[in-house]
């Protein structure tokens, strides 16, 4: 998988969670996932639920601690698959 379809996905599914996707009109890598896309703590776990059935990964807890941004988020899928 290129980097370029997992930024999508991670882009997509990220959106999908966020109350001010209608705002957003483009995500990039720095962007906070809690403050500028205002995706609370509960829908951050069903990011990452998502995230490990989109890209049939595990991620750890560990791992999901660490995911603040973005490409937080994406530099990890990168790094599972």
């Not at 930024?7 to 809690?34: F, Q, W, Y």
């Not at 829908?43 to 995911?67: K, Y």
């Amino acid at each position: 998988m290129s980097e370029v379809e997992i930024l999508e996905g991670v882009h997509k599914i990220i959106l999908a969670h966020s109350p001010e996707r209608s705002k957003i009109t483009s995500v990039d890598g720095n962007m906070s996932i809690l403050q500028d896309l205002k995706v609370n703590s509960a829908r951050l776990v069903d990011i990452i639920l998502e995230l490990e059935d989109w890209f049939n990964i595990s991620i750890s807890d560990d791992d999901a601690d660490g995911i603040r941004t973005v490409g937080d988020a994406a530099n990890l899928v990168a790094r599972l698959i």
